[in-house]
């Protein structure tokens, strides 16, 4: 079955613990990218990837980190987790770059940081 | 940076009532997408516009992408239960990356 994977599905942690949110996709997508989903302010694009060791800063990437090693995997990762990054975080990938390409997104991850 | 703002935020209506959500976008846009995220789940892609003018329907749902491509629109006529949900749209700017802008979402609860 064709899907973006996305792991933990929850998760509440402390201020400063770094903590790795993982994403995979199965589609073959070059295009990948992270969202945070805030009441009120819609979706946010964090960082995206166009392709396997390309990756670009999104609208709000301050404080989180990404890498693209292979093309199926997009981790997100945030070094010193703060309260204001609690959120709900959507990965998403389409077959290639946003412009003309639906997106598919995993089921989110509900992050809480104490 | 660019802006996508969506109106109303919310909407109440009673089943069999129309529906109609609009977004304006602060430049102008390469395309619009429009998605569907049913309550607990996650964004589900709805179409895509891309020329000026641009009107496309799927059943009771209507969207329009306006002549200045900075703007668009969702009508649902005679909502059902099912249509519960918060519609975003979201777009690419002109302006050559591929950052994609999400508007800020119209929550539509329905009253049987």
């Known amino acids: 079955e064709a899907q973006v994977t996305q792991n933990p599905r929850y998760l509440i942690t402390v201020t400063g613990k770094k903590l790795t949110v993982t994403c995979s996709q199965n589609?073959?997508?070059?295009?990948m990218s992270w969202y945070r989903q805030d009441p009120g302010l819609g979706l946010r694009q964090i960082y995206y990837?166009?392709?396997?060791?390309?990756?670009d800063k999104g609208d709000v990437p301050e404080g989180y980190k990404v890498s693209r090693k292979e093309k199926r995997n997009f981790p997100l990762i945030l070094e010193s987790p703060s309260p204001n990054q609690t959120s709900l975080y959507f990965c998403?990938?389409?077959?290639?770059?946003?412009?003309?390409?639906?997106?598919?997104f995993g089921p989110g991850t509900r992050l809480t940081v104490l | 940076g660019q802006q996508v703002m969506q109106i109303p935020q919310y909407q109440h209506v009673q089943e069999g009532e129309d529906f109609t959500t609009y977004c304006n976008s602060s430049t102008t846009l390469s395309n619009i997408q429009w998605y569907k995220q049913r309550p607990g789940g996650h964004p589900v892609f709805l179409i895509q516009l891309v020329k000026s003018g641009e009107v496309k329907k799927q059943k009771r749902l209507t969207f329009q992408f306006g002549e200045a491509k900075k703007n668009s629109s969702l009508h649902i006529t005679a909502t059902q239960t099912t249509d519960v949900g918060t519609y975003f749209c979201a777009g690419r700017s002109n302006f050559g990356n591929e950052k994609l802008t999400f508007g800020t979402g119209t929550r539509l609860t329905i009253i049987p």
């Open positions: 998403a990938s389409s077959l290639r770059g946003s412009s003309y390409n639906e997106q598919f």
């Open positions: 990837s166009m392709n396997v060791e390309v990756t």
């Open positions: 589609m073959n997508h070059e295009y």
